[in-house]
C-alpha cells in the first residue's frame, strides 16, 4: 500500500535541522510517521508544520497533553480523517492511560462518558470542526460554565484549526496511518 499519493521522502533525505528534528521523534517513538515523510518532500512547509504543531502541542500552561489530544481525536473523527484518528488516538491512549478513549470519542464522541471538562472540550473541538461558520458566543459560554479558562478555550480553538488543516492534507494525499500506531497504547506494558 502507498503511504501518499505524492512523493515521500525518508528521514536521511530530509535537510539536517528537519533530520534531526524528525530523528528525534522517530527514535523515541521506534518509527518516523508518514506525515512527516509526506511533508518533507515540501521542507518549508514541514518546518512551518512542525513549528506550529509544538507551539501548540508541546507549550506549557493550559491545557494538558491528554486534553490536546482529545481536542485531535474529537476534531479528526468529526473530519473523518483516518491518518489523525489513528496516529493521535495512539498519543491519547497513551498520555490519557486509557485504551478505549480514543476509538470513544473518534467514532461516537456525543455518548463517550467524560467529566464535565472532557465534555467541554469535545463539545468545543466539535462546533469548530464541524459548523465553524455558526461558532459563537453560546458555544463560549458553555466552555467558560464548563470552567475552561481563556487560555485553554483558546489552546482548543488553535489546536481544531489546526488539525483542520492536517486532516485536509492527509485526505489530499490518502495519507496512511503507520502500522505501529494501530498497537500503541492499546496493552499495558
Known amino acids: 500500500m502507498e503511504v501518499s499519493r505524492f512523493p515521500v521522502v525518508e528521514l536521511e533525505e530530509l535537510p539536517d535541522d528537519l533530520r534531526d528534528r524528525v530523528g528525534a521523534i522517530a527514535e523515541k517513538s521506534g518509527f518516523v ?8 518532500h515540501r521542507p518549508a512547509e514541514l518546518r512551518a508544520f512542525l513549528d506550529y504543531h509544538d507551539a501548540l502541542m508541546e507549550r506549557e500552561g493550559g491545557l494538558t497533553k491528554a486534553e490536546r489530544e482529545l481536542v485531535v481525536v474529537a476534531t479528526s473523527g468529526a ?20 485504551p478505549e478513549l480514543a476509538d470513544r470519542v473518534s467514532s461516537n464522541p456525543w455518548q463517550v462518558e467524560l467529566d464535565r471538562r472532557g ?11 464541524q459548523n465553524s461558520h455558526l461558532f459563537g458566543e453560546q458555544q463560549l459560554a458553555a466552555a467558560r460554565e464548563a470552567g475552561l479558562t481563556e487560555d485553554e ?4 480553538g488553535a489546536i481544531a484549526a489546526l488539525f483542520a488543516m492536517s486532516n ?14 494501530f498497537d500503541m497504547g492499546r496493552h499495558k506494558r
Open 33 to 40: 510517521p508518514n506525515i512527516f515523510r509526506a511533508l518533507g
Open 79 to 98: 473530519n473523518h480523517c483516518t491518518y489523525c484518528v489513528v496516529a493521535h488516538g495512539a498519543i491519547l491512549r497513551i498520555r490519557a492511560k486509557d
Open 119 to 129: 465534555r467541554a472540550i469535545v463539545e468545543l473541538s466539535l462546533a469548530l470542526a
Open 153 to 156: 478555550i483558546w489552546d482548543i
Open 168 to 181: 485536509r492534507l492527509a485526505h489530499f494525499t490518502a495519507l496512511q496511518p503507520n502500522p505501529e500506531f
